[in-house]
């Protein structure tokens, strides 16, 4: 008692002190970002505010506009392919200053982007808001949390996954040390999707650079106007920090702008299309550069018959609305066990009806506009060929008043039963707010059923008995599955995300999306030199003794035999035989 009295005290005071530490502010340095351009105050001149009519020839210039409204936001430059390089060389001069910067100075970074996020989460959402169509609410959910989850995430764990990390020696080097060591890369490039304008630059750059590369992003055309912004806040955050310039940047462009980057760069990480995905992979293999893909999915989502139906219900709902263009992680397969199909299907229809659709900065809309030009007629024509084979539409939201000339833009959410899996609606990637609900009578269809896909990104199971939703779970081939819940995968950042299949492979976020970012080295050094070394037993110096392999083939067995007694005979014979070779060398050499 007298030995264990005086360390529970001072585990005690030990604890006290770090709480009393938790309570002092920590030390943060503001940035100022200028965003007087980007904030709708109704005071535009009447050049730059007019109402954007599309294209339909290719131009050399990205256009921005606000999918709620078709209001004009600006141009950006296509950039050609020789200044898609010269952004990357200017990144790769960057990076090898930044390769040399401490912990401590990436974590300081990180700690002054999170103080900016927080303080301006609206100015953030309205971007994100105006330059894709998506609600207040969605933008936070979407954009704000899961980038701060991701920045809590390595300020507490990144180092730790980065330093070397020792792996055990085996039987036969007990005299070394064996390590993996993670080195940075270069120059990622990441291409990404508009769906998070926010969180898909931060996601990867955050990745990129506190692990000591450089990074160059190439913005959706669908999502510039925000993207060119964000890199601001950016900028500002590692000027602070007093690291080089250049070390991130964001391009802007079409398809050749995206070629150059992936013939440019040390690894590419891709979000988009299986298509755009293929097309990626050919033009990497060229330089045999590293590719990251996730090509989006055709979530499943399984309610077995002993759930709370209302509490489900509208979790579906989220779930369906967030793929209208706010989550690409959105489910589009709804599998309900038949007891209580009709009661399941009753309460989302009662849910999806209140629902409205209209311009998100308005603040009285559940759900915003369609990002992407002619997506709802996409949509229509899923639902179209659902109906003419069999599907009913049993229920559809409202949209709002949007004004003149943006209908097109919209697409109510709608609930559609008598589906199955002839339907494109169940084959296709819709990424929009419509609910197909199938039933199914056991568990083993349920699977068969979810497993009828060439995508494989994630999944969700409802089922009042959790080790019945993990079994079910865990014969679903996805690279993401979620128990009683949806999406919330995203929200934990030391899981990895990606999936399988026209899903996609490879993985960002966690420790496996951060050491993805490394070049991976193996390092094996003596333990005690030079008191201890390597040295080739003389009998397998060459010339090789006529012995020779009796003697390795002893020394295999002595050291990975599976009984004690034939391992403890065979090092026997190993130390006869270097005992008789040593005694008299010259005998028993090959060729003598």
Known sequence: MAIW???????????????????????????????????????????NSFIYIPSKRHTDKVQCYEPATMKYLGYFSELKSDEVKEHVTQARKAQKIWAESSFKQRRQFLRILLKYII?????????????????????????????????????????????PEYRSCGRSMLHKTSKVEFYPLG??????????????????????????????????????????FYLRIIQAALAAVGAPENLVDVITGFAETGEALVSSVDKVIFVGSPGVGRMIMRNAAET????????????????????????????????????????CAGAERFYVHWN??????????????????????????????????????????LVNDALDKGAEIVGRGSVGNIGAGAVDQYFPPTVIVNVNHTMKLLQEEAFGPILPIMKFSSDEEAVKLANDSKYGLGCAVFSGNQRRAKRIASQIVCGVAAINDFASNYMCQSLPFGGIKDSGFG??????????????????????????????????????????????????????????????????????????HNANPSTRRKND
């Open 5 to 47: 009295w005086p360390l529970l005290v001072l585990g005690f005071a030990f604890a006290i002190c770090r709480f009393l530490l938790m309570l002092i502010p920590p030390n943060v340095q503001s940035i100022d970002v200028d965003a007087s351009d980007m904030l709708d105050d109704g005071n535009q001149t009447r050049e």
């Open 119 to 163: 303080e301006h989460q609206e100015l953030i959402c309205e971007i994100s808001s105006r330059d894709t169509g998506k609600t207040m609410v969605d933008a936070s959910l979407g954009e704000i949390m899961t980038t701060c989850e991701k920045i809590t995430w390595l300020l507490s764990e990144g180092e730790r996954w980065l330093r």
């Open 187 to 228: 120059v990622i490039g990441a291409i990404v999707s508009w769906n998070y304008p926010f969180h898909n630059i931060f996601n990867p750059m955050l990745a990129a650079v506190f692990s000591g590369n450089g990074i160059v992003i190439k913005v959706s055309e669908h999502a510039s106007w925000s993207g060119c």
């Open 288 to 327: 045999l550069t590293p590719v990251t893909l996730e090509l989006g999915g055709k979530d499943s989502f399984i309610v077995c018959e002993d759930v709370d139906v209302p509490h489900v219900a509208q979790v579906a709902v989220r779930a369906a609305l967030q793929s209208s263009g706010q989550n």
């Open 340 to 381: 209580i199909y009709s009661s399941f299907v009753a309460e989302v229809v009662k849910i999806v009806k209140s629902v409205t659709a209209g311009p998100p900065l308005a603040g009285k809309y559940d759900m915003g506009a369609i990002c992407m030009q002619e997506h709802s007629e996409k949509l229509q024509s």
């Open 507 to 580: 993985r960002f976020a966690g420790v496996e999306g951060l050491r993805a970012c490394c070049l991976v080295k193996s390092v094996v050094e003596d333990r005690w030199w030079p008191y201890i070394k390597t040295k080739i037993p003389k009998i397998i110096q060459y010339p090789v003794a006529e012995n020779g392999f009796e003697f390795q083939e002893s020394l295999v067995e002595a050291l990975y035999g599976l009984n004690v007694w034939d391992r403890l005979r065979a090092l026997v014979n190993v130390l006869k035989l270097l005992s008789e």
